[in-house]
Structures are given as structure tokens and as C-alpha cells.
């Protein structure tokens, strides 16, 4: 299983960025897709997550209202459209899977970073 997940940069604060995170090696129909952040010196955090059948999702209450997540069923890919993007919201940005039913991810990418600047 690979997931690759590109999309970071540097923008400045207010605008956006649409993360992606393309997934291979077997179906994921079963599967929950989740993105996490990790900030320097900060604890690895909760973004958002989409069950890849049915589309339910999950945001961290820090994102609700600007950060949505989406998937492509067609791609094997999932997003993270990132709005109104404030500096606390850099960090690496990392997808994940788990299997519905199962709390711990067992599949990660490599890390996208976001950096916001004032």
C-alpha cells in the first residue's frame, strides 16, 4: 500500500491550498481516509477523514468551516481543500488509512509541508 501526498507550499494568510493524497495497492472501498498535521514541537493532530464508501466525514474542530475533505473514487485519490488558512495551520501535512471499524491508521504518507505566513 502507497499513499503520496503532495499539494503543500507557502501562502499567505487568508489564502488557500487543495492537498492530495493518492492511494495504490489495494481497494480501499472498506477503508477511512484521514489527514493529520504535525507542527514543530507540537504533538502529531487530527484533521479531517472520509470514509472512501459512502462519504461521511470528520473535521477537528480547529478546521470545521474552512478545511474540507473529499475523495475520487475514479483516482484512488482523496483532498484537502484548505480555506481561509491562518499561520497556526502550518505544519506537515500527513495522509492516513485505517480500515472502517478500526481506530488506529496502519497506512501513512510521506508528509506535505503548508506553511502560512502573517
Known amino acids: 500500500v502507497q499513499l503520496q501526498a503532495s499539494g503543500g507550499g507557502l501562502v499567505q494568510a487568508g489564502g488557500s491550498l487543495r492537498l492530495s493524497c493518492a492511494a495504490s495497492?489495494?481497494?480501499?472501498?472498506?477503508?477511512?481516509m484521514g489527514w493529520f498535521r504535525q507542527a514543530p514541537g507540537k504533538e502529531r493532530e487530527f484533521v479531517a477523514s472520509?470514509?472512501?464508501?459512502?462519504?461521511?466525514?470528520n473535521y477537528a474542530d480547529s478546521v470545521k468551516g474552512r478545511f474540507t475533505i473529499s475523495r475520487d473514487n475514479a483516482k484512488n485519490t482523496t483532498y484537502l481543500q484548505m480555506n481561509s488558512l491562518k499561520p497556526e495551520d502550518t505544519a506537515v501535512y500527513y495522509c492516513?488509512?485505517?480500515?472502517?471499524?478500526?481506530?488506529?491508521?496502519?497506512?501513512w504518507g510521506q508528509g506535505t509541508q503548508v506553511t502560512v505566513s502573517s
Open positions: 492516513a488509512s485505517r480500515r472502517v471499524g478500526i481506530f488506529e491508521y496502519d497506512y
Open positions: 495497492g489495494r481497494t480501499f472501498s472498506s477503508y477511512v
Open positions: 472520509i470514509k472512501w464508501s459512502g462519504g461521511s466525514t
